[in-house]
């Protein structure tokens, strides 16, 4: 291949402010080793420079657009070829390093005068040539490897040759293993995730606490719990970060390092990288060959990997917080391909990762699923309880009197304890298909579900069960794909029942009498019914006042259609996008762990008016309160249980992903129709919006 016509000129100072370079040659390719040599630190050199000179076009556009125009068409286009020049200086000299005498032909470089977009070009083409020979090469590592693997077992029925460290382990490295081992006093998983009023007891500067605060924000809202490892600076040696970078193996990886972070005893690589791996294979593939050289070099589950997608604000705005080492700025990428990312290494021992081998998480969850059990059959138990002991308070009085329950809106016409327990059959019969979908559609991925604790409700007898993947998630969509199992497993139980219900027509002989309220507003249409007309449209005005001008009408119903009823109406509640329930995991997916917040705090402020009786009389106020309680204790269970992120959260958006965003929105959208005419919004207004 052609050299240049001239070597590129040095580097500005100016331009390196973020990732700066030795002054002294010889220290600066020591330095640079665990990075694949000193052409990956120009590298990031280079990506730092366009990142300045971008972000200086961007803040002088907002100041003077005309003038901006005029620097981009005459001297920035000369700093952008110049860029593009040293950009494709540092891939040539890569590449001489990549070269053997059977290689191929790298592609010739362009003339000296050659445009900017010409240099880019070359630049690209260079690149993606480099990186077959990188692959080339590991290949014929592997096959080296295969071969000594071969010839060592052949060996074995030899003489005992003692262990000793491979040749690509530092020999200080394999001194640090017995300190990267699992504390023998560790503390408590409750200990290990702080919050906001534990810092005050936290040895910790303000310049750490601002670099932590701006990269869980970076990461986005509610990603990352704020750990104690990320304030600890005991042992934070350990960790060191030319030796982890060389661990990882990051040369010809798909990820480009441009900086570091050290946090307490979490070190952070931040870079870019490609979505599909730069072609060397899945994300998923990419993260486990990262925790594989780390097994290798400190011990099998020492040391913990996770690969995060930086997703900076859309502006930084004011902070009371110093601005500390870390730069919130987005990375910026000569190719939309290549997005922002992180990856952070924990010692395996800092994250709260529950066990699983807690007694009174047993107990707690044994009385969870005894409580649920009798508010869903808590008709059955109130129809045996006045058949026997509880006779002498049908005296004078109808049953249909004595039974009816304004917090149920149901009522019983005659004693039949067998007759109406197909409604606690149904609901338990949902509760097992939700927990069924998810574990199918775990063992797809290798993964185990964990059940929670069992949630009961007054107004629907339950509203489902935490579950978490056990031990680390892998991925974000794993997560979501596992949620969506669960959550059509439980529409399909709530609709064959309604449906079963639907067909027997009135077998029970008129056996209940439900509120047509208390039903979705499109099923109470499509049996003939409707609700009552809010006049007053309490939730305009939050004053007192007559608020419906007639009661709701009482229906007969089967008790399966009401078991059904109730089964949509439970399985819709878990779809609000509400922390710890299933509607968070799919809104997130969707919008964004930034939209996300304010949607949840809209939510909650609706159901806190519905629960205080401030949705008009067709809202229940029982089920925005069993909402409210689903929400707190979803939550508890997400914080203690599962408060780390997956393990891999790079490429979850909805364009990613099609098919799956389509089945997140199809489930959002049959809750929507379930809750939110006559549920979560008045029904008046919705008559005085369409008529």
């Given at each position: 291949m052609a050299s240049l016509a001239a070597p590129p000129s040095p580097v500005p100072r100016a331009l390196c402010a973020h990732n700066p370079v030795p002054s002294n040659p010889t220290k600066a390719s020591e330095t640079a080793r665990p990075l694949g040599g000193r052409q990956a630190v120009l590298l990031g050199v280079c990506a730092c420079a366009v990142s300045r000179t971008q972000r200086q076009v961007q803040r002088?556009?907002?100041?003077?657009?005309?003038?901006?125009?005029?620097?981009?068409?005459?001297?920035?286009?000369?700093?952008?070829?110049?860029?593009?020049?040293?950009?494709?200086?540092?891939?040539?000299?890569?590449?001489?390093?990549?070269?053997?005498?059977?290689?191929?032909?790298?592609?010739?470089?362009?003339?000296?005068?050659?445009?900017?977009?010409?240099?880019?070009?070359?630049?690209?083409?260079?690149?993606?040539?480099?990186?077959?020979?990188?692959?080339?090469?590991?290949?014929?590592?592997?096959?080296?490897?295969?071969?000594?693997?071969?010839?060592?077992?052949?060996?074995?029925?030899?003489?005992?040759?003692?262990d000793r460290v491979p040749t690509r382990v530092a020999p200080k490295a394999s001194q640090r293993l017995g300190s990267l081992a699992p504390d023998a006093e560790a503390p408590e998983e409750s200990g290990k995730v702080l919050s906001i009023f534990d810092l005050a007891a936290v040895d910790v500067d303000s310049q750490q606490l601002a670099d932590v605060t701006r990269f869980r924000d970076a990461l986005g809202p509610g990603t990352l719990p704020l750990l104690k490892t990320l304030f600890d600076k005991e042992s934070a040696e350990v960790l060191e970060v030319g030796e982890l970078r060389e661990a990882l193996q990051m040369a010809g990886s798909g990820f480009t390092v441009t900086s570091n972070l050290s946090l307490g005893r979490c070190l952070v690589l931040r870079g870019l990288l490609a979505r599909d791996v730069g072609g060397r294979g899945t994300l998923q593939q990419f993260l486990e060959d990262r925790q594989a050289a780390l097994d290798e070099r400190y011990g099998s589950g020492n040391l913990t990997v996770f690969l995060q997608r930086e997703r900076p604000p859309p502006a930084p705005g004011l902070s009371l917080w110093p601005k500390g080492q870390f730069d919130p700025v987005k990375v910026w990428s000569p190719s939309d391909k290549e997005l922002p990312a992180a990856l952070l290494v924990f010692r395996t021992s800092d994250l709260?990762?529950?066990?699983?081998?807690?007694?009174?998480?047993?107990?707690?969850?044994?009385?969870?699923?005894?409580?649920?059990?009798?508010?869903?059959?808590?008709?059955?138990?109130?129809?045996?309880?006045?058949?026997?002991?509880?006779?002498?308070?049908?005296?004078?009085?109808?049953?249909?009197?004595?039974?009816?329950?304004?917090?149920?809106?149901?009522?019983?016409?005659?004693?039949?304890p067998d007759g109406v327990g197909p409604v606690g059959l149904g609901l338990v019969l949902m509760l097992f298909a939700q927990g069924l979908g998810r574990g199918l559609v775990a063992d797809q991925f290798g993964v185990e579900v964990q059940g929670g604790y069992f949630i009961p409700s007054s107004a629907l007898g339950t509203v489902g069960r935490t579950w978490t993947i056990k031990g680390l998630a892998p991925s974000r969509k794993v997560q979501i794909q596992v949620a969506l199992g669960g959550i059509y497993a439980g529409f399909a139980a709530a609709l064959l029942l309604c449906l079963v219900g639907i067909l027997m027509g009135d077998a029970s002989d008129g056996l209940l009498k439900v509120d047509v309220t208390r039903l979705p507003l499109l099923l109470a249409q499509l049996l003939g019914d409707s609700f009552p007309a809010d006049a007053a449209q309490t939730v305009l005005g939050l004053g007192s006042g007559e608020a419906a001008p007639s009661v709701p009408a009482r229906v007969p119903l089967d008790p399966l259609l009401f078991s059904g009823c109730l089964a949509l109406t439970t399985q819709a509640v878990r779809l609000l996008p509400l922390r710890g329930l299933d509607g968070h995991l799919l809104a997130r997916f969707l919008f964004g762990p930034r939209p996300i917040q304010l949607l949840e705090l809209g939510t909650g402020v609706v159901l806190l008016l519905g629960a205080v009786g401030r949705l008009g009389p067709n809202a229940n106020a029982a089920v925005c309160s069993s909402a409210l309680f689903a929400w707190g204790v979803s939550f508890l269970a997400a914080t203690r249980e599962s408060p780390l992120p997956p393990r891999e959260d790079f490429d979850d958006e909805p364009g990613a992903s099609p098919q799956l965003a389509a089945l997140a929105v199809l489930a959002l959208f049959i809750a929507a129709l379930v809750l939110i005419p006559g549920k979560l919004i008045p029904y008046g207004l919705l008559r005085v919006a369409t008529g």
């Open positions: 002088s556009w907002h100041r003077n657009t005309g003038k901006v125009l005029r620097a981009a068409s005459e001297p920035k286009a000369d700093e952008l070829r110049e860029l593009w020049q040293k950009a494709y200086q540092l891939e040539y000299e890569r590449s001489e390093g990549l070269k053997s005498s059977d290689s191929p032909a790298l592609p010739a470089a362009p003339e000296e005068n050659a445009t900017a977009e010409e240099w880019q070009a070359a630049y690209e083409a260079l690149k993606a040539a480099n990186a077959d020979l990188e692959r080339a090469k590991r290949e014929l590592l592997a096959a080296q490897e295969a071969n000594e693997d071969s010839s060592e077992s052949a060996e074995a029925d030899g003489p005992k040759v003692p709260p990762i529950p066990s699983g081998k807690d007694s009174f998480r047993r107990f707690a969850v044994g009385a969870s699923f005894v409580a649920t059990l009798v508010f869903c059959n808590i008709i059955s138990a109130a129809v045996g309880f006045l058949e026997g002991q509880g006779s002498d308070i049908l005296v004078g009085r109808s049953v249909e009197e004595v039974t009816y329950s304004p917090l149920l809106g149901v009522a019983v016409t005659r004693l039949d």
